[in-house]
């Protein structure tokens, strides 16, 4: 039987591809059916005849602000979850939980340049880029999480649950490959665990390094098994060992690591964090004024 923590990872990164995908495509054809606004010289966007639509204040850029001040806010329910831990398990898993986060901040920069008409200036511009720098940092910040080996709730596993799940996956390599478990075992040998601390950028460099030694072992494991099979190989079967070598190679990766990856991920919170804060600020402060100065939206 597969580890199904292990094998949620690949199913969470699709559900999050497509999700963002999405948002992205809606926010591109606005942005082309309004080009000629979007990309007209400040002194003829007032007088635009689309104005009325794109403008900031539009209908469309209006409803894309409300969007992404209420996407702002949301993002805020997700640190709130993880510190509530096996208290909070009533709001759901902390993995799905991370997996809207995910896609709520990978949208918010696109949403956002559609409500600003393309254009960041003053406190907008503020926020907007403070966003962008939270994007693109959690993006790193997932590469990172993932590798810290935890349970479906989203927490943390102890040596032995690790342990467990790696001989189990070992055993069901053996037993759906037929190659002898020493065979197997040298296949997937993971890169012994560091001596000495590694520093962040290093670490990095090593989780990348894993990746790719991952999968050429995964090959490799294909192949021995091919040649064991013969002519007849079931491509499906084929498939399935690929995908049981490198969940068993990245638990093993991962416990080597895990030292160094949680270093990491601490130093990525304390980059992510203030630019979270700076953009929440920034926006809260932008909205206050707007709603101070009597803005409605379609009323």
Known sequence: MSNPEASSTGASQSRISHWVIAPWLISVAITVWGFDYYFAGLGTRARHEMADLFRPSGIVGQTAGMLTFAGFLFLWLYPMR???GTAGSWMGQVRKWLDVHIVVGLTLPIIGAVHAGWRFDGVIGLGYWAMLVVALSGVVGRYVYVRIPRNRSGLELGAEDLAQQRRQLLLELTDVTGLEMDVVKSTLAAEPAPTDSLGLIPSLMRMVQDDFRRRRAGHELQKKWAALEGAEVDRKKLRGISRLARQQMALTQQARLLGET???????????????????????????????????WLW
Do not use: N, S
């Open 262 to 296: 949680q270093k990491v991920f601490r130093h990525w919170h304390t980059f992510h964090r203030p630019f979270a804060l700076t953009a929440l600020l920034a926006v809260t402060i932008h909205v206050a004024v707007v709603v101070w100065t009597g803005v409605t």
């Open 82 to 84: 993880k510190k509530l």
